[in-house]
């Protein structure tokens, strides 16, 4: 009796042994595969409040003109020029570039001569120029309730990714 619990329990064993390094297996299989169409960020890039904490600017801008389409790193995305209105947050000033394009699907155009807001970074790379548009949730023309909303996601501390 007691063999016989000894080699069931030793074959339970090796049977979930088994089923862990298959599990374990298929899972590194899916993420070692190269991700397409997705975006990882360490924030919810549709919430003020927390693409502000990411964002080196947050100010109202106003579209003068939308200059281009252009693919980023795969990524389609629109470059406007953009007259700087109040900051909320950084240093921006004048007119700058700002590429917008959404990580699922085709953003709706931005209007020239519509206002909106922008909280965005500097590109770091020397072959881009002006700011990339962090916040991915639907850009509205500003108001003052909007406004308020971005005054106080600005007012929080920023938080760059390294």
Known sequence: ??????????????VAAGVLALGGWF?????????????????DATSPMSTAQHSENVFTGRVTAFEEQRDIEGWTQDVY?????????GSVKGAVRVTYGLDEGTAVRLRAGSTYVFATNAWTD??????????????????????????DAAALPLRLSQ
Not at 1 to 14: D, E, N, P
Not at 127 to 135: I, M, W
């Open 27 to 43: 899972g590194y299989q899916e993420w070692s595969e190269p991700l397409e169409g997705h975006v990882l960020r360490g924030y």
């Open 126 to 151: 020397e072959s881009r120029d002006g700011h990339a548009q962090l916040f991915q949730g639907e850009m509205r023309l500003v108001d003052s309730a909007q406004l308020a909303v971005w005054k």
């Open 81 to 89: 020029r953009v007259e700087v209105g109040s900051v909320l947050r």
């Open 1 to 14: 009796m007691i063999v016989i619990k000894k080699t069931t329990a030793g074959v339970v064993g090796v």
